[in-house]
């Protein structure tokens, strides 16, 4: 029974990216997107990831921790519907989910 409860996690990052908008408060120059944190969490085994990045080069540099990780990702989970956890399109194009 202790196998079934045995889950850990880690955390992946994004660093922020440059904001394109012209409302920007005075005396900024650029605003950033915040960073976003992706969370894998897995067994002996398999894996979950929860939330996924926006560009293609975050979802590829989560790709290669996932790889990196040896789990079997199952699932892919998005917490809500904002375009920084639910544009799947671009992990998925790497991401094999079994």
């Excluded at 904001?19 to 920007?24: F, G, Y």
Aim: aromatic content about 6%; hydrophobic content about 40%; glycine content about 6%.
């Amino acid at each position: 029974m202790s196998e079934l409860l045995d889950l850990n996690w880690d955390v992946f990052v994004t660093p922020g990216i440059p904001t394109v908008t012209s409302d920007l408060p005075p005396g900024t120059k650029q605003q950033m997107w915040s960073p976003i944190a992706s969370t894998l969490i897995y067994g002996k085994r398999d894996a979950v990831l929860v939330d996924a990045p926006i560009t293609v080069e975050q979802a590829d540099a989560l790709v290669d921790w996932v790889a990196a990780s040896g789990k079997n990702l199952t699932t892919i989970y998005a917490t809500h519907g904002h375009g920084d956890h639910c544009r799947r399109h671009a992990p998925r194009r790497r991401l094999t989910v079994r």
